[in-house]
Structure formats: structure tokens, C-alpha cells
T-cell receptor, first 113, second 113 residues
Framework: GNSVTQMEGPVTLSEEAFLTINCTYT??????LFWYVQYPGEGLQLLLK?????DKGSNKGFEATYRKETTSFHLEKGSVQVSDSAVYFC????????????FGRGTSLIVHP | DAGITQSPRYKITETGRQVTLMCHQT?????MFWYRQDLGHGLRLIYY???????DKGEVPDGYVVSRSKTENFPLTLESATRSQTSVYFC????????????FGDGTRLSIL
């Protein structure tokens, strides 16, 4: 079956530091890949997505590139802010068949001033 | 406003009681999902629905019942609540016939005493 593996957290950074959260996946075919963000007390929100190999999703300074050869979709941001503190989830939706998404376990990011 | 709304936001009840969590979406998305989120377990799929009158079990369906008589509504019922069902419950819908990203409600925080 499908699976998504994220680095365990929490990831703790100082403001303006560079962020990388690793995500690798196992799936057949060409899944669509997503990053979601969850702020305290809220539901998950779509952060960015990519639907085919070599696509780069980007939003709010975050980027992730769909790497078919390494089955990865790592999340990056050049300069984090305190307001980026949240839990980040990597996810995929299989192409064709049942459209049940597969989520990673989530990575907590804490940014200190 | 378009969106997905869950009610109630908070609920406290006792073991053995029946409780229903409501979910309503305004986009007419065909796919809808119920998840529970617990520390150490991430998001776990309880039930999902591909269309009105079509529902199917997810990873942890025991003790839960769903229905979907209208596209926009997807209520979740705990028939006889147990303490192990204390959790945060999220409803979601997905666009593009299920292939697209998920849109989450803000969750229902359920405590069972």
C-alpha cells in the first residue's frame, strides 16, 4: 500500500533560519503530492501541491519539488518566521482507483525569536 | 461564505451516550471524509464517502456510523461513546472528484467522561 514518511519533530529553529522538512513516499504510478499546515486549534490547510514529476509547488515562501527518482517531496523555506510555528503534514493521493489520501505523521516546527 | 463547517466545536459527554458530529460543505465536492487526530497516531481515517448514499470504512471505523443523504452533509455518530473515542475529529472534502487537495473543517474536540 501507499505510505508517507516524514522526519520526526519537533524541529526547532531561530527566526530567519533555513527550513527543510523531509518527506518520502511509496506509491504506484504518479500520485499527487501535498503539504498541509495545521496551526494550533485549527484544521489542516493546504500549503502547496504538485501533480507530476519535477513540478514545484510554492506558497508563502515555502517550496517543494516532486522528485520521482528519489520519491521525495521535501518542504523548504529560506527564512522562517515565528508565525510559521505549526505542524506540517506531507500527503499523497493515488492516481486512479480509490482517492483516499495517505498522510504522514506530521512534523512540528517551533520557531524562536 | 463557501467552506466546510463542523459542529459543535466542543462536546463533553458520558460513556454510553450517543453523540452526533455534524459536517456541512458548500462546494458540492463529491468526496467527504472523517478523521480522528490523537497524539502519537497522527490522522486516522474513520469513514469516507464518494457521493451521496455511498459510504465506506476507513482505518478505524468500529463504534462509528455515518450517513450521507445529501451531498453537502456528512454526519458522524458515535452510537455508544467510550473513553477511547475522546479525540479531535476532523471532517474534510476534496475537489476534482477526490483527486484534488482536501479542505478541512476546524474540528470537534470531543471528551468522553
Amino acid at each position: 500500500g501507499n505510505s508517507v514518511t516524514q522526519m520526526e519533530g519537533p524541529v526547532t529553529l531561530s527566526e530567519e533560519a533555513f527550513l527543510t522538512i523531509n518527506c518520502t513516499y511509496t506509491a504506484t504510478g504518479y500520485p499527487s503530492l501535498f503539504w498541509y499546515v495545521q496551526y494550533p486549534g485549527e484544521g489542516l490547510q493546504l500549503l502547496l501541491k504538485a501533480t507530476k514529476a519535477d513540478d514545484k509547488g510554492s506558497n508563502k515562501g515555502f517550496e517543494a519539488t516532486y522528485r520521482k527518482e528519489t520519491t521525495s517531496f521535501h518542504l523548504e523555506k529560506g527564512s522562517v518566521q515565528v508565525s510559521d510555528s505549526a505542524v506540517y503534514f506531507c500527503a499523497l493521493t493515488q492516481s486512479g482507483g480509490s482517492y483516499i489520501p495517505t498522510f504522514g505523521r506530521g512534523t512540528s516546527l517551533i520557531v524562536h525569536p | 461564505d463557501a467552506g466546510i463547517t463542523q459542529s459543535p466545536r466542543y462536546k463533553i459527554t458520558e460513556t454510553g451516550r450517543q453523540v452526533t458530529l455534524m459536517c456541512h460543505q458548500t462546494w458540492s465536492h463529491s468526496y467527504m471524509f472523517w478523521y480522528r487526530q490523537d497524539l502519537g497516531h497522527g490522522l486516522r481515517l474513520i469513514y469516507y464517502s464518494a457521493a451521496a448514499d455511498i459510504t465506506d470504512k476507513g482505518e478505524v471505523p468500529d463504534g462509528y456510523v455515518v450517513s450521507r443523504s445529501k451531498t453537502e452533509n456528512f454526519p458522524l455518530t458515535l452510537e455508544s461513546a467510550t473513553r477511547s473515542q475522546t479525540s479531535v475529529y476532523f471532517c474534510a472534502s476534496s475537489e476534482s472528484g477526490g483527486r484534488g487537495p482536501q479542505h478541512f473543517g476546524d474540528g470537534t474536540r470531543l471528551s468522553i467522561l
